[in-house]
Every structure is written in C-alpha cells, then in structure tokens.
C-alpha cells in the first residue's frame, strides 16, 4: 500500500461524498481511505459506510466524539500506506494530488502542497510559501521550516495538503496531541519536519479547503494569547523532549509574545509579559552553551525582567523584518504563483 488517506469526521453529512468522490477519482489509484467517524449526530457514518459498500478502498472506522486530533490518531494507528496524508471530510482534492506528492517524495520525508480556500460564492484565494525555505536543504531547510511553524505559517501549519512518511511519525512516535482546540496541526508538523531529513514543495494547488459557517477554520474563541498558552506549553515540552529548545528559544519566545501584541498591541506586551509570557519560557535546564549569543542576552533581560524594557526596539525591527517579507511575497507573486 501506497498512501494511507485518512479522512476525520464530524457532522460532515453536506460534504462528505463529494469529499470522498475526490479522494477516489485520483489518477494514481494505490491507496487506501481511512474514515474516522467522531460521534456524528447527522448521517456521515451512514453515508461512509454505503461507500465502503461501493468501493473496497475505504475502511470506516467510528468512535464516541473525542475530537479531530484523537480521530487522526486512530487512524494513523490503522494505517498500512508507505506514506499518511489527511483530508477533512468537507474539503476536496484536485485528481492528481497524489501523483504529485508522490512525484516529489524522493529524497523527502515530508511533501507539501500549495492549497486554496474557496466558498459556495466563488470567492477562491490561494496560499502558498511566503519566504523560499524550499530553496535550502539538510539542517538549513529544517531550521527555515521550523522557525515558520514556530511563528504560524499558512502553508506549513496545517495538517492537511501534505505527505508524511510513516515510517518517520511511527519510529519518532509523533501524533497529534490531544485536548489542543488549536495549532494541534503546526505542533504535529512541526515535529515532523525536526524528525525528517527534509521537505519537498510541490507549486501547484492540489488540496482546496472549502469555507463555511462551521468551519475549523473559522473558530476562535477568547483572546488571541490565551487561546494559544495549550501550545505555547505543548510546544515547550516537545522541544524539550526533542532537545531543540536551546536552538529555538528565541523563535519560542518571539510566537508567545507575539500574541500577547496581537492582544494589546505594545502597550499589552508592556503590561503583560512579567505576568503571562514569562511563566511560560524555559530557564533553569537551559544548557546555555547550545544557545547563540543573541538567545542566551534574551534569556538574561528576561531573567532581569528587563525584556519589557527593550522590546520597543524589538517590536521596531519585528515589524520592519515583516513588511520586508510582505514586500518580497508580493513581488514573486506573479512569477510564482501557483495554479
């Protein structure tokens, strides 16, 4: 078996033939679908079960509602492809999505996909890479990948529009965490591409995410940075367990109070940082000497509780570093712009 597809659903009754309608149109035809029922009250469970009847590729699996991260994981624990992609259970695929995955997996443990939203009103808008990490390889393209996944990225964060290697999620024993309302899928990603010898990129939208009231997507609830503390400390203790801390303290502490800005602007990381950040960021088992210089005086100001003091200055190039990345995305945008 080539790929496992595994599909989570909940009250996907609207969507999800179409769903797997594209999923089994594909032009490369040696895989199997895994469709994992999380306690629906409509009829997704009916309606994935008469498919199976109709085409012996999908396998359904059921469960009482525990959520998207445990339906991904029970069917990682079904799956027999060389390599796992997701698909959610109201979205489409384009019929060569796999053939081209697969095209590019040589050499990669992770590939990725352009992708687009798109609505029932024909509103369509397309992602894909904002900085060329695509370009480096070895350790350098990890680093590149991670910092994204570390800031939010909207290619590289979410679960579906990619190909894992198995054998690396399986050996690493990586899975989706549970109990996490959000960034769930960066955190999976992110310590996929930290296992992985690297990253293919594929410039062409095979996965379309389909908009709608009831959309993962379109949930959030309470503010910006207490919506993702759940991550901020999941993160933490993955990259501690991994080992990486040290070399992405910076990255780590630049996400969390980021979100604390988005919260309150300047005068929020001010006021908030001793209280809300602080507590959050690595300090006594920091082996200092893996750090690099810039990482080990942030880790001083804040021990001080000096970072406040500096971060004007921070924020200042911060937002210089990102309207130049605007700039730059903009200007490639014609030329690279996927179809």
């Not at 054998?167 to 999976?188: M, N, S």
């Not at 809300?276 to 080990?296: F, H, I, Q, V």
Request: proline content about 3%.
């Amino acid at each position: 078996m080539t790929i496992s597809v595994i599909i989570p659903c909940y009250n996907a009754a609207a969507y999800l033939e179409d769903c797997l309608r594209a999923v089994l149109a594909q032009s490369m035809r040696d895989f199997e679908v895994i469709v994992i029922d999380d306690g629906s009250k409509d009829d997704t469970l009916a309606i994935a079960q008469r498919m199976a009847r109709e085409d012996s590729r999908i396998r359904v699996l059921s469960q009482a509602n525990a959520g998207v991260s445990a339906a991904r994981n029970l069917g990682l624990e079904h799956a027999l492809g060389e390599y796992v992609t997701f698909v959610d259970g109201d979205d489409l695929i384009t019929e060569d999505a796999f053939e081209r995955m697969l095209a590019a997996a040589q050499g990669a443990d992770m590939v990725v996909c352009a992708h687009e939203t798109f609505s029932d009103d024909g509103k369509r808008e397309v992602f894909w890479p904002e900085t060329r990490w695509m370009d480096l390889t070895g350790e350098a393209q990890k680093r590149a990948a991670a910092l994204r996944l570390i800031e939010g990225d909207s290619i590289l964060n979410i679960m579906c529009n990619k190909l894992h290697r198995r054998e690396v999620l399986e050996r690493e024993g990586i899975r989706l965490q549970k109990g996490l309302k959000i960034a769930e899928d960066a955190l999976f990603n992110l310590e996929a591409v930290l296992a992985g010898r690297g990253i293919a990129y594929v410039n062409h939208v095979t996965y379309r995410y389909r908009m709608h009231a009831q959309s993962a997507m379109h949930r959030t609830d309470g503010s910006t940075f207490d919506v993702h503390t759940p991550w901020f400390a999941a993160m933490r203790s993955m990259l501690e367990r991994r080992g990486c801390m040290e070399a992405y303290y910076t990255a780590y502490l630049d996400t969390i109070v980021l979100r604390l800005y988005k919260d309150g602007g300047l005068p929020g990381v001010l006021r908030n940082f001793g209280a809300k950040a602080k507590p959050l960021l690595p300090d006594a088992d920091l082996k200092t000497e893996r750090m690099s210089a810039g990482a080990r005086l942030l880790r001083a100001l804040v021990g001080a509780g000096m970072y406040p003091v500096v971060y004007p200055a921070i924020w200042l190039i911060q937002v210089m570093k990102r309207k130049a990345l605007a700039a730059r995305c903009r200007l490639r945008r014609d030329k690279e712009m996927p179809r």
